[in-house]
């Protein structure tokens, strides 16, 4: 089997915006399900883990788009894993469109937990290791890594709090890590305003919410940037849940 | 060309829910996609209409379903229109799932607006009334037909009040028609405890909801009901935008 594989998308125009683009949570989620069909055709899918009582959790991505996908387009989102290591899996997509026109890439880390526990689990005992022969070593991507993502916390402010709800959950339990990409961009003025674009787009997954939890986004704009932090609240007390750059377009 | 179409889905673990069931807002966002394909391929889609400052917007929905789609099913969506008037086109919806299972059916009702007025438009001055042709008065759905959804407002309590947010705003520049199910089941406190399956879900849409709204979902239970009307709020003006009931399997 191929390292890499490509999957086909339409952009169906009520999941584009007023601007007529494909929206970045609908992208990021046939992202993931590009990463999953990859994964479960190579025995370390959803369902695979799920059987063994793990799951993959994202920890890091970032998105560049420079043309996002039109109305109606038929779109392929090519995915492969350029590295894995027993803690971590470097996971990277190309997205093209019609005619072959390049519309951008993304770049993640992703880590393994169990189940029971939440806590990290290892990569390579999953079907004996064989994720290593997927992974091609001389295919990176033409954008930087996703960082840890290091957002100055002075002068944040609280922009929304809000409860978590039934949509935000997804079948693992947890707040869906697209889901907070959609909240962040809701937050985010230039975004709502519709005056800037967005150049890349950058998050770090730190701990899982859930829907007792309630979260506050705190969030700041930086010179031609909007970085926000995600603080989950549980049973009184803040923890870090996610932390956002949404660099612009110049 | 058919009259019906049948249109090749899958249901991505991701875009499901904790109880492994298929959420009803993709489901809705792929039924909307579907029969905006249908009337694409015949010559009536959202593209047509807009290049003749027209659009079609949904009046009334109802879903009845018995099976959802399950994590990776491919399920298949039909669609056809069973009738059709100057003022308003009955379009149905039938989903199966593999192995032919029936997972349910939904109906609906469609106005045509013009997109400066926002008023309605003569659906038979599209494409010089051709849509008549495809409509199968003799093919209906095993369902109770969309109502105008009667909620007696005595007692309704106010649930949540938010901004309209990026995210809930489409193509058409207005919230979403099934953004506003995402948010109903998210006020509805059965739903969000998981407490009770959905045996019938429906919509009325009496305004359009535009960014600079406000929302507010006034909800309470009613028997083996929930019931919820969504009120906009535009210059301090409250106005009914949506009702919605969402009938509980008992």
């Known amino acids: 089997m191929e390292k890499a594989a490509t ?3 339409i952009a169906e125009p009520f999941r584009c915006d007023l601007n007529g683009e494909l929206m970045y949570s609908t992208l990021g989620n046939y992202m993931l399900n590009a990463a999953d069909y990859h994964s479960a055709e190579r025995g370390f899918g959803w369902k695979a883990l799920k059987a063994e009582n793990k799951a993959w959790v994202l920890s890091r991505l970032a998105i ?10 038929h779109f392929h989102i090519t995915t492969w894993m350029e590295k894995t290591l027993r803690a971590f899996t470097y996971r990277h997509w190309a997205i093209t469109g019609e005619n072959n026109r390049l519309c951008g890439y993304a770049t993640s880390v992703w880590a393994m937990i169990d189940l029971t526990t939440r806590q990290p689990a ?3 005992k ?13 295919r990176g991507v033409p954008i930087d890594r996703a960082s840890h993502v290091k957002i100055d916390k002075e002068n944040l402010e609280l ?24 909240h962040v961009m809701n937050v985010c003025p230039e975004i709502s305003k519709r005056s800037k674009q967005i150049r890349r787009l950058e998050v770090a997954y730190a701990t899982e919410s859930h829907m007792t939890d309630r979260l506050r986004f705190y969030g700041k ?11 989950r609240v549980a ?6 849940a996610v932390r956002c750059n949404i660099s612009y377009k110049l």
């Open 235 to 240: 049973d009184g007390v803040e923890q870090e």
């Open 126 to 138: 999953i079907g004996d290791g064989k994720i290593r022969d997927y992974a091609d070593e001389n």
């Open 159 to 182: 922009l929304r709090e809000t409860d978590i709800a039934y949509s935000d959950i997804d079948i693992n339990n947890h707040v869906n890590s697209i889901k907070y990409i959609e």
């Open 221 to 231: 704009e930086e010179g031609e940037r909007f970085c926000c932090v995600v603080m």
């Open 64 to 73: 560049e788009m420079q043309n996002m996908p039109q109305p109606y387009e």
């Open 7 to 9: 999957y086909d998308f």
């Open 122 to 124: 290892d990569i390579f």
